[in-house]
């Protein structure tokens, strides 16, 4: 069966650090990768999402970057954090072979990122 | 811009009652529905997928799809206190790319 590991499971940066999160799945080939970010009390913002090795397509302009440097590795990064990058980062997969429809995605347990 | 719509809550229904959580979306073209649970502090986890017109059930839970009208719901049956927690609706982007829009969710609060 499919897996996704998502970690850290909390971080805490101060304004201005880096970051980097990184997500794998397991069990399956070519996933469809996303990230999502989700505000306290608010619905899911997609960030970047990738079709294959070395495809990240940005949905919104921001400081935060993706990299898929394996076929079932997605990292979020940031050169310097800011204190609204604060929230509750979600990685997911969806099966990326042919199907009628569109495949439901699976969620990661997710990094709560507070910024100091 | 395309969008999905759901009543923030939160809706308090007694235990071993009937929940009806909506959603209606803007995008004609969606062909993929989906309901997501989330309980608080945790990531969403799948509980329903619809690509149909008409009815689903997967035990407590009925998922009812009606593409004329843009509207999508999800019954529970027999409701319980473990089921409270927030649920997401989530309607596919035309155009490609496996990609999800998301409501903001529906509270639900189930009390003994």
């Known amino acids: 069966s499919q897996t996704i590991h998502q970690w850290p499971a909390t971080l805490v940066q101060p304004v201005g650090s880096p970051l980097s999160l990184e997500c794998t799945v397991e069990?399956?080939?070519?996933?469809?990768l996303y990230w999502y970010r989700q505000a306290a009390g608010r619905g899911l913002q997609l960030l970047f999402y990738?079709?294959?090795?070395?495809?990240i397509s940005s949905e919104v302009p921001q400081n935060l970057s993706a990299s898929r440097p394996q076929d079932r590795q997605f990292i979020l990064s940031s050169k310097k954090l800011l204190l609204s990058d604060s929230g509750f980062y979600l990685c997911?997969?969806?099966?990326?072979?042919?199907?009628?429809?569109?495949?439901?995605?699976?969620f990661g347990d997710g990094t709560r990122l507070s910024i100091l | 811009q395309k969008e999905v719509e759901q009543n923030s809550g939160p809706l308090s229904v007694p235990e071993g009652a009937i929940a009806s959580l909506n959603c209606t979306y803007s995008?004609?073209?969606?062909?993929?529905f989906f309901w997501y649970r989330q309980y608080s502090g945790k990531s969403p986890e799948l509980i329903m997928s619809i690509y149909s017109n008409g009815d689903k059930e997967d035990g407590r839970f009925t998922a009812q799809l009606n593409k004329a009208s843009q509207y999508v719901s999800l019954l529970i049956r027999d409701s319980q206190p473990s089921d409270s927690a927030t649920y997401l609706c989530a309607v596919n982007l035309s155009g490609g790319y496996n990609k999800l829009i998301f409501g903001a969710g529906t509270r639900l609060a189930v009390h003994p």
């Open positions: 995008d004609r073209v969606s062909q993929s």
């Open positions: 990738s079709v294959g090795i070395g495809q």
């Open positions: 069990g399956t080939s070519n996933p469809n």
């Open positions: 997911a997969w969806s099966d990326g072979t042919g199907g009628i429809g569109v495949q439901p995605q699976h």
